[in-house]
């Protein structure tokens, strides 16, 4: 604890209490962080211990990063060197804010926690105002940025989180640490201006890549709610193009006409080196709950050409008598093309798996159809990523930034590369992701 901090503080039993609150800071999660920001907000005293001025230890020191700052965001721009400041907006429930024009800033740690992370900054013109709308830090140079308080970025709108998750790959990219992206919302109740949607974080990628990488690799063929394997591992992915004039996860025509979109499942012993597209769309398993729950109607092992069949799905190999894999065989194996369909039992769903072990054509993809969903609900259905492979990420980038403009919600990108070793066929980089 330095000098100036136990200088300030009044009583031992404060001291113990700040220490405590400012060790506790640097362990602070996303939602940690945002609460206690909307704590800073409406905490209102007139002086804080040791009779420093309330900008120690109560309000929100945010920085509106302008269209012409330089990046990274951290760096000074002309206005700041010529003033040797940077203008700081102090956010208080009591103080009459400035004009908050820009879409998106990061956030100072206040006066207490800076100095207990030995990370204090100095103010210039500092005259112990209590309660000033504006505040101006020193500059801190060509200080390494790991060296300097910041607790958060935040947003304000749509091409805010934009800047934000930018600003955030920068940040991680020079500390490797992950700043938090916050909503700001001033006009909101009070104690609610700040929030945290773990959606809004680039490092959620990776928490998606590990869970689909995990379900790739899981053969069983029954869930532990006794549903077939489609409910609860691989994986239903579907290449869907991209370009203006539609939106990739809404359902063509054609697949409205014959209540059927072709997915393909993935899986570790389904065989496919490769999947369909060049970019598309991730459906989590169909177990998972969603607004908007899609209907399965069919399997075929092999692709089945479903875009000219009127109904989507042929007769079921049930209604066959093909119950087992030589059955199948017998009939189907030298045009699977041509295979009647499976349903999602645990026996017939793997039954759809086991007809392709060891034959050559089962390096292709296979068919799930999925009933059509209504148009432009993309908030309601179970997407899970965006995906790519080959010359695929352009076009990945477009439905990403597509779904972030009719959602605000940022969906991540994974590379797939069905050839890579284990665990590493579905992969996240930040530096994939559309900014």
């Not at 709610?225 to 239903?236: E, T």
Request: net charge neutral.
């Amino acid at each position: 604890m330095s000098n100036l901090l136990l200088q300030g503080c009044g009583r031992l039993a404060l001291c113990l209490v700040f220490a405590l609150g400012t060790l506790q800071a640097h362990a602070l999660n996303g939602p940690e962080v945002a609460q206690r920001l909307n704590q800073a907000h409406i905490s209102t005293p007139e002086r804080c211990v040791g009779n420093r001025a309330a900008y120690h230890c109560s309000g929100v020191m945010a920085k509106q990063v302008l269209p012409g700052d330089p990046q990274p965001f951290w760096s000074h721009g002309p206005d700041a060197i010529a003033r040797g400041a940077e203008r700081f907006d102090y956010l208080r429930s009591d103080v009459a804010a400035g004009p908050l024009a820009q879409d998106s800033g990061y956030i100072l740690a206040d006066r207490f926690t800076a100095i207990g992370q030995n990370k204090d900054y100095q103010l210039q013109g500092d005259d112990g105002m209590n309660r000033p709308p504006e505040l101006l830090v020193v500059n801190w140079g060509a200080a390494a940025p790991a060296r300097l308080p910041v607790q958060a970025l935040y947003y304000r709108s749509l091409a805010g989180l934009k800047l934000a998750l930018r600003d955030q790959l920068d940040w991680f990219e020079a500390t490797g640490d992950w700043l938090p992206v916050l909503r700001f919302d001033p006009g909101a109740s009070p104690g609610q201006q700040f929030g945290f949607n773990q959606r809004d974080q680039l490092y959620g990628g990776y928490q998606v890549a590990e869970r689909i990488n995990r379900r790739f690799a899981d053969t069983a063929d029954t869930c532990p709610d006794g549903r077939s394997a489609l409910y609860c591992n691989g994986v239903i992915i579907r290449g869907t193009g991209y370009g203006t004039g539609f939106h990739s996860w809404n359902p063509s025509p054609n697949s409205v006409s014959r209540d059927g979109v072709s997915f393909s499942y993935v899986r570790s012993d389904v065989g496919t080196v490769g999947v369909v597209g060049n970019e598309g769309l991730i459906f989590h398993e169909l177990g998972r709950p969603a607004a908007h729950s899609v209907r399965f109607r069919c399997a075929y092992p092999a692709n089945a050409g479903t875009s000219s069949i009127p109904n989507s799905c042929r007769a079921s190999c049930k209604s066959e008598n093909i119950t087992t894999v030589a059955a199948w065989r017998a009939k189907y194996n030298a045009n699977p093309g041509a295979s009647c369909t499976f349903l999602d039992t645990p026996a017939e769903f793997q039954l759809n798996t086991d007809v392709r072990v060891g034959q050559g054509w089962a390096n292709g993809h296979n068919e799930l159809i999925i009933g059509a969903w209504p148009q432009d609900i993309p908030t309601q259905l179970p997407i899970e990523a965006v995906f790519w492979e080959g010359p695929g990420l352009t076009g990945a980038r477009y439905i990403q930034n597509d779904f972030l403009q009719e959602t605000g919600r940022f969906m991540p990108i994974v590379r797939v590369d069905l050839g890579a070793p284990a665990g590493a066929k579905f992969v996240y980089v930040p530096a994939d992701q559309s900014y």
